[in-house]
């Protein structure tokens, strides 16, 4: 009798799940009925009527709710009074696309850092958040009103610090249609197309880049593969615990009876000086050592100066498991030897990384691919098109030699997760450290079509021949020094903190400090997607100007030239490639770039 009424009770609550499902079903469906006296349609249309573009929803609660349910006689018809409609959207989405063209067009004439101090915002917003909802209109007032001050519009023509940011059209279209979705990428169950197509682009860019087919995602019976991960910090971590796993996973075979602490104790990690901070937050959160090498007078890491250092750490017990190279140092845009380094890490079974980040875009131009050779021995590879190419940030393109030694350190495969397409589809979740992964592939896939692999050839070459002007000017002005060599798009010079100080706070231009063999040196970077000959020679004028200025504490700034530098730049705005600039100097370099020489470039003088 027990088992009886047990079983008729469990068929009651399937009875009564399958109903309150179909009632959700058929709430849901386009050809519902929303009232006794009419059909959907009248209904809606009586509804548009009364609430002028509203949109009609049907609330269903829960059984225990006091409020009525579908048992009732009639539902709650609870129209949303909140948020923004679809026909409001329609007239938002017009008015915030022209605001942006607006900036973009007007963008020259605001400071190019704002002249804000810590916590300015603090005291201009409300205390709490408002209770009642407020117009588009006055949120992007207050947008204008208080966020816009505390920008650094790192768009701006003179904006000539860290690296470029991509921004261009094509790119914030996908990231508008990859939000509309709204869809979570943490499997390719959760959303076909987005793994399809990252695996589809990234081919493309490791072709177009010149990688090997190895590490292509669609190369046939290849073990290789790619991702998009969120950033360069976020590869470099990722390959270091692939082969952290890797090495771990051959020691404890090895030494089975030796404890894991022990193990991981004795190994250890190299990258140069130049490397960037990341390199050394990976070992800190993995716990292994890190030596950090000397470069050479090109700030360059060489092979000989790794060999030395496995050897000696070998001498002293240690475990050599994993080298991250750099091509584009952030310091000064140097690039490792990997012809030399690479062969070092196979000889002697070390994980080759390579962090391309800035740089790597720049291989997409066959004259700068002689800087990757020896990529054919590194196990991982990674560049950031939303630096060099064009494309928003997040996006960092990382490729493996052997995608299974990645994923093999990373797979936690709960039951909720898993579905039936396991064995023949990819699941990036077990690529990265984040479950969840935006829709990063669309703006690649924009950019690549929209600008086609010769577009995006222009304008890194483009930006390449700016700072070699850039150094000319430079080169020819007996109080400035050439640091390191023009390579990409960045250039460096030696002043001092002052310089730089007083040039950012004037809010005309932007640059940031580095620091190679213990001197303090500004770097200079063409970050503007339209930069032209006239940028940088404005540019030029405003370090320039102030400079001299410095050097001659007892003479008055000259007020009168800063002055009409600024009708300058405001009569010509900075939207353009076409216009020639007045003040253009007799040795400015024009047509297509050549293979640059890494000899040629190198350039010392007296700063003062």
Not at 187 to 205: F, I, K
Not at 427 to 442: C, E, M, Q, T, V
Request: charged content about 25%; some cysteine; aromatic content about 10%.
């Amino acid at each position: 009798m027990v088992y009886e009424g047990l079983n008729n009770a469990l068929k009651n609550f399937n009875s009564f799940c399958a109903d309150r499902t179909s009632r959700i079903r058929d709430s849901f469906s386009p050809t519902r009925s929303t009232s006794a006296a009419g059909s959907e349609s009248a209904a809606s249309s009586t509804q548009s009527a009364s609430t002028s573009g509203k949109e009609d929803y049907t609330v269903y609660r829960m059984p225990n709710s006091t409020a009525a349910t579908p048992d009732d006689a009639s539902v709650v018809d609870d129209r949303m009074d909140f948020g923004v409609s679809r026909e409001e959207f329609r007239r938002i989405g017009k008015d915030t696309i022209e605001y942006i063209a607006e900036y973009h067009e007007n963008i020259g004439k605001r400071r190019v850092v704002p002249a804000i101090e810590p916590g300015y915002l603090r005291d201009l917003m409300p205390h709490e958040a408002p209770k009642k909802p407020e117009t588009f209109e006055s949120v992007l007032e207050d947008f204008e009103r208080l966020i816009m001050p505390g920008v650094t519009h790192w768009q701006h023509p003179r904006f000539h610090a860290y690296f470029p940011a991509g921004n261009s059209y094509p790119s914030l279209i996908a990231n508008f249609l990859g939000d509309a979705l709204g869809t979570v990428g943490f499997s390719w169950a959760s959303c076909p197309a987005m793994t399809e197509l990252e695996l589809v682009v990234l081919h493309w860019y490791g072709k177009m880049i010149g990688l090997p087919p190895e590490f292509l995602p669609l190369t046939e019976g290849g073990r290789g593969g790619g991702v998009i991960q969120s950033s360069a910090s976020e590869c470099n971590f990722v390959s270091l615990l692939a082969a952290r796993f890797e090495v771990m996973k051959e020691l404890r075979k090895r030494f089975p009876f030796v404890e894991e602490g022990l193990l991981l104790s004795k190994l250890i990690a190299y990258c140069s000086k130049e490397a960037h901070s990341s390199v050394e937050k990976a070992c800190m959160i993995g716990m292994v050592k890190l030596r950090i090498l000397e470069t050479d007078s090109k700030f360059r890491l060489r092979g000989e100066t790794l060999r030395n250092a496995i050897q000696e750490d070998r001498n002293l017990g240690l475990i050599p498991f994993f080298v991250s190279t750099t091509l584009g140092t952030t310091s000064c845009c140097s690039f490792d030897v990997l012809s030399e380094i690479g062969p070092v890490a196979t000889d002697n079974d070390i994980w080759l990384h390579v962090d391309a980040a800035y740089a790597g875009s720049g291989f997409i131009c066959p004259e700068n691919r002689h800087l990757l050779t020896g990529i054919e021995h590194a196990m991982s590879f990674n560049t950031n098109p939303n630096k060099w190419m064009l494309v928003h940030f997040d996006c960092s393109a990382m490729w493996v030699r052997d995608r299974f030694k990645l994923t093999q350190a990373l797979v936690v495969d709960p039951l909720y997760l898993q579905h039936s397409w396991t064995e023949k589809s990819i699941d990036y979740r077990h690529w990265g450290i984040p479950l969840s992964r935006r829709f990063r592939a669309l703006k690649l896939w924009f950019v690549i079509r929209m600008y086609g692999v010769e577009g995006l050839q222009k304008y890194i070459r483009n930006h390449i021949r700016l700072a070699r002007r850039f150094e000319t000017l430079l080169k020819a002005d007996p109080i400035f020094e050439i640091v390191g060599d023009v390579q990409m798009g960045l250039g460096t010079e030696e002043v001092n903190q002052q310089l730089l100080t007083r040039l950012n706070s004037s809010g005309r231009i932007h640059m940031v400090p580095a620091s190679l063999n213990n001197r303090f040196v500004i770097r200079f970077c063409v970050c503007a997607e339209h930069a032209a000959d006239r940028d940088i020679t404005i540019a030029y004028d405003i370090i320039s100007q102030t400079a001299r200025t410095i050097l001659h504490e007892s003479v008055a700034e000259p007020i009168e030239e800063d002055a009409e530098l600024e009708e300058l730049e405001e009569t010509l705005g900075f939207d353009g490639m076409t216009l020639e600039s007045p003040i253009m100097h007799k040795d400015d370099l024009s047509g297509d770039v050549d293979v640059l020489n890494e000899d040629k470039w190198l350039h010392k003088c007296s700063l003062l």
